[in-house]
């Protein structure tokens, strides 16, 4: 972790906005869950949508870390409609996530 007191190699950092988290999420995404999720997007697309199953044991193997709402956030940014649907609290099954072009 950085000391709060030390400089960027520049000698400026600046907070970041509102608008540049999503920018800051795709750089930080494995390029192969990228890749992934596109993979499944052209897989289950029918036209409309397209709907990705992600089993709460498998989350996309080895990027367990990385959450649907970065997957939402990302995707958002390029033009996509997303919607989640997610087991509740005392409900099993998987989570869909539902890939749609914007209106």
């Given at each position: 972790m950085t000391d709060v007191n030390?400089?960027?190699?520049?000698?400026s950092c600046e907070p970041i906005?509102?608008?540049d988290v999503g920018e800051l999420k795709a750089k930080n995404l494995p390029k192969g869950l990228i890749k992934k999720?596109?993979?499944?997007?052209a897989e289950k697309w029918n036209g409309v949508?397209?709907?990705i199953n992600v089993p709460?044991?498998?989350m996309f193997n080895g990027y367990e870390k990385y959450?649907?709402?970065?997957?939402?956030?990302?995707?958002?940014?390029?033009?996509?409609?997303?919607?989640?649907d997610r087991p509740g609290y005392n409900e099993s099954g998987d989570t869909i996530i539902k890939f749609s072009k914007k209106d």
């Open positions: 030390e400089k960027e190699a520049d000698g906005s509102p608008k999720v596109n993979n499944l997007i949508y397209a709907a709460k044991s498998k959450c649907t709402e970065d997957i939402r956030t990302v995707y958002s940014l390029k033009g996509w409609k997303i919607e989640i």
